[in-house]
Structures are given as structure tokens and as C-alpha cells.
């Protein structure tokens, strides 16, 4: 079975840092990027940024630029999104997703395996 599994969400005070990890099991990451995904309560959900495979990030949402950042651990089969300076608006759950492909994307339709997402809350 193909699942991607999130962790490391939880309740952070306005200002902290959360490292979340999406988990592959029942194939590798190796060749596949990874997208990285927010629903704000109340809102859409939204694309954060991407990791392709060659470890290059492209982040997609400019209030995260500078704030966030992936990066993959192929050995473990797992990449990581680490967010600093956390603050109430980044409250939401948060998806990763396994790209189709090696390089980014932002079409939806290009993520084929999804995982089940972690709840990130920022307290001010």
C-alpha cells in the first residue's frame, strides 16, 4: 500500500519552530518530488511550496519565503518541512503529497499519493 505519513504537528506559541516529517512507505521518494500543502481553517487549501528530487525547494506562498524550508533524507525515505517564526496565521492542517514526477509542480493532478495531514496550530 502507497501512504505517505505526516508528524511533528502540534500546539506552538507565536514566534517557535516546528519540524513536520512526511514518511513514505510502499515506495521511494527518491525520484519523486514532494509538494507541501496548507488549509487554513475556513479557507482553501494551498500549495506552500515544493521539493524536487534533486533537493531544490521552490516555495510557492510568499509569507512563507524565508520562514520555511524542505529538505529529503532518502535513506529514510522521508522529507522534512521546517517552519521558524511561526505565528497565528499559519494555523491549519498541513499535507505533503508525492509528485508524479522528479520536478515541481503546482497542478494538483501531478501529486498521485497524499498523505492523511497534521494538525499545526500557533498560539499568539
Known amino acids: 500500500q502507497l501512504q505517505l505519513v505526516e508528524s511533528g504537528g502540534g500546539l506552538v506559541q507565536s514566534g517557535g519552530s516546528l519540524r513536520l516529517s512526511c514518511a513514505a512507505s510502499g515506495f521511494s521518494l527518491d525520484y519523486k518530488s514532494i509538494g507541501w500543502f496548507r488549509q487554513a481553517p475556513g479557507k482553501e487549501r494551498e500549495q506552500l511550496l515544493c521539493i524536487g528530487s534533486s533537493g531544490r525547494s521552490i516555495n510557492y506562498i510568499d509569507s512563507v519565503k524565508g520562514r520555511f524550508g524542505s529538505s529529503r533524507d532518502n535513506a529514510k525515505n522521508t522529507v522534512y518541512l521546517q517552519m521558524n517564526n511561526l505565528n497565528p496565521e499559519d494555523t491549519g492542517v498541513y499535507s505533503c503529497?508525492?509528485?508524479?514526477?522528479?520536478?515541481?509542480?503546482?497542478?494538483?493532478?501531478?501529486?498521485?499519493?497524499w498523505g492523511q495531514g497534521t494538525q499545526v496550530t500557533v498560539s499568539s
Open positions: 503529497a508525492a509528485g508524479r514526477y522528479s520536478g515541481c509542480s503546482q497542478h494538483l493532478g501531478d501529486y498521485g499519493v
